[in-house]
């Protein structure tokens, strides 16, 4: 059947539409197309010029400023400062021995730098910089820079080293900061490309170490053109690095700065603690290091004279180093019997100077005895005996219990380095740790702080914080990260019976402002700033039967190693507790001889906000303190340089 001649007219018309539509759209993708060719060939002749004469595009990193901390005031305590270095791009080098060989004309270079740099050009990717040498001076740098265009892939930097304004103080908190090593790499899991950089510096210990990726920052890059010799020709853009975080603690530098004084010339660690909320004042540890020798490269011999130090000036003993806690540990074991109900505070004991167990003398420190005690005056002269008792009747498994309740035993939450758990026994841990059974007699031991039983000054502390407030107060060393505040460590309450705990209290003040008080020697003169407290002396050998026999050696008699340790604890002001401390002396014979009067001193400077008054000490004792306090290796917090530290 013909179709319509109206039909074949309407159907040409479509057709012929579409015609249009499509030749248009061709045309223009045609008329775009050209624009583009034009654009290319004409406009942007001269890049593609450069290109053509195999130029490239290199994309580099950029490393953050690391962020700085500060203490509680807003003291600079780990910063940065301005470094020039040259780096080498093996990727952008012909002849690299030829390019070593002129730089070593403007830059001093031994036999064994040069081996270091062709080590890690082998080692490293073609295209990540080797340093050659850092902390150059300015004529060193302005050399380089200058012959520039005759070193191809050489590029001298300005970047940022780490400084520690406040030298030993803080060495043991803070730590430092040193290359990115081959044993780093093999135990962390970060795939940071910043960590690839040969010398980038990462935290090593410490405080740097624990908040290593906040610190850090994150990397940015630049794009660059480079000729074909390897030169820059021009930056294309870049994205910038962001720089790590600000980071304040809770140390009190003015505080510190004494505290380490105060421990000088002994192996010692001290914590000064705020009870209300957890916040850590200070944390010493004697003797110290200076944390810049690492980060600019230590010697061997100034190593050498760290690691063969019998002080062991790189162990941060205030958190690391375990101690037996002797009598500082005689208000948990009362704790633990006044909460089973095994004693009242004022039953008696009597103490003949030793306790006989299975054919066993246990002695107590005082040879005669101190006859009849009850719990205040055990505590405030120190009876061993009266806890031997408390020890038969709670057992172990109540003091382990009481200790940790008080946070002993266990491993606290604090950015530091090897934070060490302690122990507190039981009969199942001495089975499982030293397949043993438990005896009698290991009770006995623990109940005075000695056999099992090991603390660390922060510990220490930390029982004391708790004893003073009946709180179960926690540590806190960061205070706030990028002006973000951490929770405090206020911590709930412990639950102990307030009166049990004031019979605690009372008898730590009778121990340091009464007269036949173990620490009375250093007790406090001013009324609204006394301490209550507690000695302890340790053993570290054991005193045989003969030796008791013919006389105890005295400890200034032995040598240094089998002295026993000295430590003291405390808390003031009494009358409403702010400041807790713990002060540990390894070997330093007597805790109320060689412990106690360092806890007053350094308490006194807490509570006084810098060198403590004399008139805050008995005035028989002033002329002497006078003369001890002038001598300190003290500095002012404001002045940026601090005094020479000793190794």
């Given at each position: 059947?013909?179709?319509?001649?109206?039909?074949?007219?309407?159907?040409?018309a479509i057709?012929?539409?579409?015609g249009l539509?499509?030749?248009?759209g061709?045309?223009a993708f045609a008329g775009l197309l050209?624009?583009?060719?034009?654009?290319?060939?004409?406009?942007?002749?001269d890049?593609f010029r450069l290109?053509?004469?195999?130029?490239?595009?290199?994309?580099?990193l950029?490393?953050?400023?690391r962020?700085?901390?500060f203490d509680?005031?807003?003291l600079?305590i780990?910063?940065?400062?301005?470094n020039y270095r040259v780096?080498?791009?093996r990727?952008?080098v012909?002849?690299?021995?030829?390019v070593?060989?002129?730089l070593?004309?403007?830059?001093p270079m031994?036999m064994?730098?040069?081996?270091r740099i062709?080590e890690?050009?082998?080692?490293?990717?073609r295209l990540?910089?080797v340093?050659?040498a850092?902390?150059?001076?300015?004529?060193?740098?302005?050399?380089v820079?200058?012959?520039?265009?005759?070193?191809?892939g050489v590029h001298?930097?300005?970047?940022?080293s780490?400084m520690y304004?406040?030298?030993a103080?803080?060495?043991?908190?803070?730590g430092?900061?040193g290359?990115v090593?081959?044993?780093?790499l093999?135990?962390i899991d970060?795939?940071?490309?910043?960590?690839q950089i040969?010398?980038?510096q990462i935290?090593?210990?410490?405080?740097?170490n624990?908040l290593?990726?906040?610190?850090?920052?994150?990397?940015g890059?630049?794009?660059?053109?480079?000729?074909a010799?390897g030169?820059v020709?021009?930056?294309?853009?870049?994205?910038?690095?962001?720089?790590?975080?600000?980071?304040?603690?809770t140390?009190d530098t003015?505080?510190?700065?004494?505290?380490q004084a105060?421990l000088?010339?002994?192996s010692a660690?001290?914590v000064v603690m705020?009870?209300?909320?957890g916040?850590?004042?200070?944390i010493?540890?004697?003797p110290?290091?200076?944390p810049n020798l690492?980060?600019r490269g230590?010697s061997?011999?100034d190593?050498a004279?760290?690691t063969?130090?019998?002080?062991?000036?790189?162990?941060?003993k205030?958190v690391?180093?375990?101690y037996p806690p002797?009598?500082?540990?005689?208000?948990v074991?009362?704790l633990?019997a006044?909460?089973?109900?095994e004693i009242?505070?004022?039953e008696?004991?009597?103490?003949v100077g030793?306790t006989?167990?299975a054919?066993?003398?246990f002695?107590?420190w005082?040879?005669?005895g101190?006859g009849?005690?009850n719990?205040r005056?055990s505590?405030?002269?120190?009876?061993?005996?009266y806890?031997?008792?408390?020890?038969?009747?709670v057992?172990?498994?109540?003091i382990?219990a009481m200790?940790r309740?008080?946070?002993?035993g266990?491993?606290?939450d604090?950015?530091?380095s090897?934070?060490a758990?302690g122990?507190m026994?039981?009969?199942?841990?001495?089975?499982?740790?030293r397949g043993?059974?438990?005896?009698?007699g290991d009770s006995?031991?623990a109940?005075?702080g000695?056999g099992l039983?090991l603390?660390?000054?922060?510990?220490?502390?930390i029982?004391?914080?708790?004893?003073?407030t009946?709180?179960?107060v926690t540590p806190?060393l960061v205070?706030?990260v990028?002006?973000v505040e951490t929770p405090?460590?206020t911590?709930?309450?412990l639950?102990?019976?307030?009166n049990q705990?004031?019979?605690i209290?009372d008898a730590?003040f009778?121990v340091?402002?009464e007269s036949r008080?173990?620490?009375y020697?250093s007790?406090i003169?001013?009324?609204?700033l006394?301490?209550a407290?507690?000695?302890?002396?340790s053993?570290v050998?054991n005193?045989t039967a003969?030796e008791?026999a013919r006389?105890v050696?005295?400890?200034?008699?032995l040598?240094?190693e089998?002295?026993?340790?000295?430590?003291?604890?405390g808390?003031?002001?009494f009358?409403k507790?702010?400041?807790a401390?713990s002060?540990?002396?390894?070997h330093g014979?007597?805790?109320s001889?060689?412990a106690?009067?360092?806890?007053?001193?350094?308490?006194?400077a807490?509570?006084?906000g810098?060198?403590?008054?004399l008139n805050s000490y008995?005035q028989s004792?002033?002329?002497?303190i006078?003369?001890?306090?002038?001598?300190?290796p003290?500095?002012?917090?404001s002045?940026?340089?601090?005094?020479?530290?000793?190794?």
């Open positions: 059947m013909r179709r319509a001649q109206k039909d074949i007219e309407e159907s040409a057709i012929s539409r579409r539509v499509l030749g248009g061709m045309a050209g624009l583009r060719m034009r654009h290319l060939q004409v406009e942007q002749a890049q290109l053509a004469e195999e130029n490239r595009i290199n994309i580099r950029l490393p953050p400023a962020g700085q901390i509680r005031n807003g600079l780990a910063g940065n400062e301005q780096t080498i791009v990727d952008e012909d002849d690299v021995e030829k070593l060989h002129d070593s004309k403007l830059i031994t064994e730098d040069l081996e062709r890690e050009l082998r080692k490293r990717s990540v910089p340093t050659i850092d902390r150059l001076s300015w004529e060193d740098i302005s050399q820079a200058v012959n520039a265009p005759a070193l191809p001298p930097e300005f970047g940022l780490r304004p406040r030298g103080d803080f060495a043991h908190i803070v430092y900061v290359p090593s081959d044993y780093d093999s135990r970060d795939k940071d490309p910043l960590l040969p010398k980038f935290g090593k210990t410490g405080t740097e624990k290593e990726r906040a610190l850090r920052g994150k990397a890059t630049k794009r660059v053109e480079v000729n010799r030169r020709m021009r930056e294309l853009g870049r994205d910038e690095s962001q720089k790590g975080s600000s980071v304040q603690l140390i003015r505080l510190q700065n004494f505290t105060r000088s010339g002994e660690a001290a705020d009870v209300e909320t916040d850590l004042l200070a010493g540890s004697a110290a290091f200076d690492f980060v230590i061997v011999k190593y004279s760290l063969e130090n019998k002080y062991r000036p790189l162990a941060n205030a690391q180093g375990l002797g009598s500082t540990f005689k208000m074991t009362a633990a006044l909460e089973a109900g009242g505070p004022e008696t004991i009597r103490c030793h006989e167990l054919s066993r003398r002695h107590c005082k040879r005669g101190h009849r005690m719990l005056n505590l405030k002269q120190s009876c061993d005996v806890y031997y008792e408390l020890a038969q009747r057992g172990i498994e109540k382990s200790g309740r008080l946070g002993l266990e491993r606290h604090v950015p530091m090897a934070v758990t122990i026994p039981t009969k199942a841990w001495k089975r499982e740790n043993n059974d438990w005896v009698i006995l031991n109940s005075i000695q039983v603390t660390s000054p922060l510990q220490l502390a029982m004391t914080a708790r004893l003073a009946n709180r179960a806190r205070r706030s990028n002006d405090l460590g911590g709930a309450p639950g102990l019976n307030e705990m004031r019979y209290q730590m009778a340091s402002n008080g173990t620490a020697s007790r003169a001013d009324k609204s006394r301490m407290g507690k000695t302890g002396t053993q050998r005193i003969a008791r006389g050696f005295r400890n200034e008699d040598p240094w089998r002295r026993d340790h000295a430590l003291f604890v808390f003031a002001p009358d507790p702010k400041y401390i002060v540990v002396v390894e014979g007597g805790g001889t060689a106690a009067p360092i806890a007053r001193d350094i308490i006194l807490a509570q006084e810098g060198m403590p008054s008995p004792q002033r002329g002497r006078s003369s001890a306090l002038g001598k300190l003290v500095w002012d917090p002045d940026p340089t601090p005094p020479e530290t000793q190794a």
